[in-house]
């Protein structure tokens, strides 16, 4: 079986950063969507070939996980202490189908060979030839998202920095809006709130994929957490705190009062 459960990956060797902290993160009990994960092997055979024998593997491993899902990079050396690889990689959102699926795995294959990418790598001194795994994580219709630090990644200041918008959290990472801005202190005090500019959200399709949807001029600078979904923040990276060794960033998704964890990765000064 080519695929392995994310619970079940106990070491980045063979599937990567992401997918290691994930696997850590579910055995610990926090919130993270399942989702299943695949071997650089095993991604290196599918987009050589999308007709290899993993394929079918693939396929039944989606079917069993059900609905839309997220298709995230997760290389050897992804997401560890000294190279974060925030934004060198591909991710593939709202995929339903299983040739979808493949060609998903091809692009974020692909992706780890960019000119960028591997320039980045040379950067950090690691080794020039990537070996990509892939995480296939059941997709979280976000009410609201985006990212929570639990270090001050501009002045360092040991409080939490949580920016967030409406729809999915791709609108906050990918820079598309002023996200709304937040900080608690760690003892869980929220001392500021700053309104973003949200004007736009990003939505699931209908048949797979997500499109960009206007947000109405009054919710564009409204804050989109109350109070109580940032304490719950906070919570939630004490939690994470607790089984990391390092400040952390992660990435978060609400679905009414549900709170989900959808990645977690050490803070970088490198990126």
Same mark, same amino acid.
């Given at each position: ?7 079940? !990956?106990?070491?980045d060797?063979?599937h990567g950063?992401k997918a290691?902290?994930l696997g850590?993160a579910?055995?610990?009990?926090l919130p ?7 071997a ?5 055979a599918?987009a #050589?070939?999308?007709? #290899?024998?993993s394929?079918r593997h693939?396929?039944?491993a ?8 997220a298709?995230r990079?997760?290389?050897?050396g992804?997401? +560890? ?5 925030a ?5 593939? @959102? ?5 040739q979808t ?8 294959h692909?992706?780890a *060979?960019a000119?960028?990418?591997i320039?980045y790598r040379?950067?950090?001194g ?6 990509? +795994? !892939? ?6 219709d976000?009410? =609201?998202?985006g990212v929570?630090?639990? =270090?001050n990644?501009?002045t ?5 920095v ?9 609108? !906050?990472v990918a820079g ?11 003892? +869980? ?6 309104? +973003?500019?949200?004007? @736009?959200?990003i939505r ?9 949807v ?8 409204? @804050?989109?957490l109350?109070d #109580?979904?940032?304490?719950?923040l906070?919570q ?5 705190e607790? *089984?990391?060794n ?6 978060f998704a609400? !679905?009414?009062?549900a ?5 977690q990765r050490?803070?970088?000064r490198?990126?």
């Amino acid at each position: 079986m080519t695929a392995t459960e994310l619970a079940k !990956v106990l070491h980045d060797g063979e599937h990567g950063g992401k997918a290691a902290q994930l696997g850590a993160a579910l055995r610990a009990g926090l919130p993270v969507p399942p989702g299943f994960a695949l071997a650089h092997a095993h991604v290196d055979a599918i987009a #050589h070939d999308p007709a #290899h024998s993993s394929v079918r593997h693939v396929a039944e491993a989606f079917a069993a996980l059900g609905g839309s899902v997220a298709v995230r990079s997760s290389a050897i050396g992804e997401d +560890g202490a000294s190279a974060s690889f925030a934004g060198q990689h591909a991710t593939v @959102l709202g995929v339903v189908c299983a040739q979808t699926l493949v060609a998903a795995i091809k692009k974020v294959h692909e992706s780890a *060979h960019a000119p960028s990418a591997i320039a980045y790598r040379k950067r950090l001194g690691l080794d020039a030839t990537p070996r990509m +795994g !892939v995480v296939v994580q059941r997709l979280v219709d976000a009410e =609201k998202a985006g990212v929570l630090f639990t =270090k001050n990644p501009m002045t360092g200041a040991d409080e939490r920095v949580i920016e967030a918008s409406w729809g999915l959290g791709e609108a !906050v990472v990918a820079g598309l809006v002023t996200p709304d801005r937040y900080r608690v202190t760690r003892d +869980g005090r929220i001392i500021e709130r700053a309104a +973003g500019d949200k004007d @736009l959200a990003i939505r699931l399709r209908a048949g797979g994929g997500t499109h960009e949807v206007a947000v109405e001029p009054h919710r564009a600078s409204e @804050l989109c957490l109350g109070d #109580h979904e940032v304490t719950a923040l906070h919570q939630l990276a004490l939690r994470c705190e607790g *089984h990391a060794n390092a400040p952390i960033d992660l990435e978060f998704a609400f !679905v009414g009062e549900a709170l989900y964890l959808l990645q977690q990765r050490a803070i970088t000064r490198t990126t």
